[in-house]
């Protein structure tokens, strides 16, 4: 192997690792401050996500975008929390597990 592979590879991996760490410290903080196993944290990603590319490709600008997302990102949140997570705070936690399964396999449609 060349070092422009070795290179290449070693900062590959360096990437993957830190987006683990990111995902990682994401359910740990959401676990530690909501008392929730949230593990439909990556499909709220996506989530964001797909609204942000609806949202530049609607607009044309991605500062408007940004603008909009926001807000609609924010109140998606507070109606979740309002409707699903509200109720599981005193829940065990293989309900909270099976909830957030759930919106999983609901965003994934």
Do not use: C
């Not at 900062?11 to 959401?30: D, I, K, M, W």
């Not at 990102?73 to 929390?81: I, M, N, Q, T, W």
């Not at 293989?94 to 999983?104: A, K, P, R, S």
């Amino acid at each position: 192997m060349d070092f422009a592979s070795f290179l290449i590879q070693t900062l590959n991996s360096l990437q993957y690792g830190l987006l683990l760490f990111l995902v990682a410290s994401g359910l740990t903080l959401v676990f530690g401050i909501m008392g929730i196993i949230n593990l439909a944290h990556g499909s709220f990603y996506m989530i964001g996500a797909y609204l942000a590319f609806v949202l530049t490709s609607a607009t044309g600008s991605l500062v408007l975008a940004v603008v909009l997302g926001i807000p609609l990102a924010l109140a998606f949140g507070a109606f979740l929390e309002w409707a699903l997570f509200s109720h599981l705070y005193k829940r065990d936690h293989l309900e909270q597990v099976l909830l957030t399964y759930g919106l999983i396999l609901i965003f994934e449609q």
